[in-house]
């Protein structure tokens, strides 16, 4: 089975936005999930320059499924629905 891919935003909009949390994020997920995910923390998506979407960073991508506002909650939700 294909591990899930996580994206996390390193970018300085996400970071600032609550995304600076990241680290104990990867390590929920990966104690979590262990050999089902893959994770890798990447620069910014751009996503924070458009129209409106400022408020709502930190984004992580599941897979290419954008989440905005990131938490924990949010991308085990996402997860789970892949799995
Ligand atoms: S800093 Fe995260 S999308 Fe731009």
């Given at each position: 089975m294909a591990k899930?891919?996580?994206?996390?935003?390193?970018?300085t909009t996400c970071f600032v936005m609550g995304g600076g949390n990241q680290q104990a994020l990867s390590e929920i997920l990966k104690n979590k999930y262990q050999d089902k995910i893959e994770i890798e923390a990447v620069r910014c998506f751009e996503l924070c320059s458009q129209k409106d979407a400022f408020s709502k960073a930190p984004f992580v991508k599941v897979d290419e499924q954008v989440i905005d506002q990131a938490n924990i909650e949010k991308i085990t939700k996402a997860i789970e629905e892949k799995l």
């Open positions: 899930i891919k996580i994206q996390i935003c390193n970018g």
